[in-house]
């Protein structure tokens, strides 16, 4: 080929190249460009250095210069942006150890009623069985003449026995778990323990039926110091609900002032609903001070709810009276033990917990039960009559 001619091809390709890397943006392909350029240089040279000599005349090459700058502008070109598309990252965020809060997130609801800390609980540690006296009624006085027998007047007497019930609970951990110095789970465990046996009790003391190993609780027939037949039935929650059970509630000669309303939560919400006629609330329900109208409530999910459509007819709902007129003794104090040996080759750590308690109505009708009542649907009078 002749070298002037490859020498001109060379020349155009060389200011090919200077346009296409203003606007070329890929590295490799920048890069691809500057190899091109050295080489098409060299040959360059070549070309000129035989033409020197064939010719023997200078022959003025293209300013080495110009040449030396054209490279240096697509070095640093694809310098500049092989730098703008590298992310920086600093030394200190590589390899950093993961993190850890110091505390564990709470659950952040209640789980057990608040009747189990309002209850009268006494310390009987070490005992088995329980008996507690109650006052049934007391006598009247009478007219006495001169010289007859005076009126008899003795108070009427009587007892429930409150036998011994055992309550457990298990739970098992990692070892890892134990050991990790960020997180208390050891105290969450022991935390659990605790809720996992008031959440009982407060189940045990609406609900428990009195047989052996059982509570007998406010809403149990084996109750004995409640009568059932002081037992009220509601059919729905309306706006004369709360005064027909604080006024059956007691003797004849006072309304109590002491009284607790026990309930589903369901059931508070029908009294917070109530509305007049003209819109306004039947009661003033403070949930701060935990009243309606005053009167004190304890929500318990143990007991039904009257305002349910699902619940039945005859079935224990409301409870109201003085809570210390139920006990709760506790026969021993709550034993927690830890073992590593169940299952020592898992690496599980296992606790257990134990108490001996019970609970019993111990007040003559101290509870007014109320229940739920369906009303009977009208008979069906459609059949057919006789002629006249």
Excluded: W
Excluded at 180 to 191: G, S, T
Excluded at 202 to 223: D, H, V, Y
Excluded at 304 to 330: F, H, M, Q, R, W
């Amino acid at each position: 080929m002749n070298l002037i001619k490859r020498k001109s091809e060379i020349e155009s390709r060389l200011a090919e190249i200077r346009k296409a890397s203003q606007d070329e943006t890929d590295v490799e392909k920048l890069t691809a460009l500057e190899n091109e350029v050295s080489s098409l240089q060299e040959e360059r040279a070549m070309i000129e250095k035989k033409m020197s000599i064939a010719n023997q005349t200078e022959v003025k090459l293209v300013n080495v210069e110009t040449n030396s700058e054209t490279k240096e502008m697509l070095e640093q070109r694809g310098k500049d942006l092989r730098e703008s598309r590298t992310i920086k990252v600093s030394s200190d965020g590589i390899l950093l150890p993961t993190h850890t809060g110091k505390t564990i997130g709470e659950y952040p609801f209640k789980e057990f009623s608040s009747i189990v800390d309002k209850v009268n609980l006494i310390n009987l540690n070490g005992g088995e069985t329980y008996k507690k006296s109650y006052v049934k009624s007391h006598g009247v006085a009478g007219n006495t003449t001169e010289a007859n027998a005076y009126t008899s007047t003795e108070p009427t007497f009587d007892y429930v026995t409150i036998s011994k019930v055992k309550l457990t609970c298990y739970t098992e951990i990692t070892e890892e778990l134990e050991k990790l110095p960020d997180l208390p789970y050891q105290a969450e465990v022991l935390k659990n323990i605790e809720i996992s046996l008031k959440k009982k009790i407060a189940s045990q003391i609406i609900l428990g039926n009195g047989s052996t190993n059982n509570f007998t609780g406010i809403f149990s027939t084996n109750a004995s110091a409640i009568e059932t037949s002081k037992d009220i039935g509601i059919t729905t929650i309306d706006e004369t609900t709360l005064d027909k059970i604080i006024y059956a509630y007691g003797g004849d000669e006072e309304v109590e002032g002491d009284a607790v309303l026990i309930l589903n939560k369901n059931d508070l919400r029908a009294f917070a609903t109530l509305r007049t006629t003209e819109g306004r609330k039947v009661h003033n329900v403070d949930y701060k001070a935990q009243t309606i109208d005053g009167i004190p409530y304890i929500i318990n999910s143990n007991c039904s709810a009257i305002s349910d459509t699902a619940t039945t007819d005859g079935t224990y709902c409301i409870a109201y009276g003085s809570l210390k007129n139920y006990e709760v003794p506790v026969f021993s104090p709550v034993e927690i033990a830890k073992s590593t040996d169940y299952k020592f080759k898992d690496g599980i750590i296992c606790y257990k917990a134990s108490v001996f308690t019970g609970g019993n109505v111990i007040g003559f009708n101290g509870f007014l039960r109320v229940k739920k009542s369906v009303p009977t649907p009208p008979e069906n009078n459609s059949g057919n009559q006789e002629e006249d």
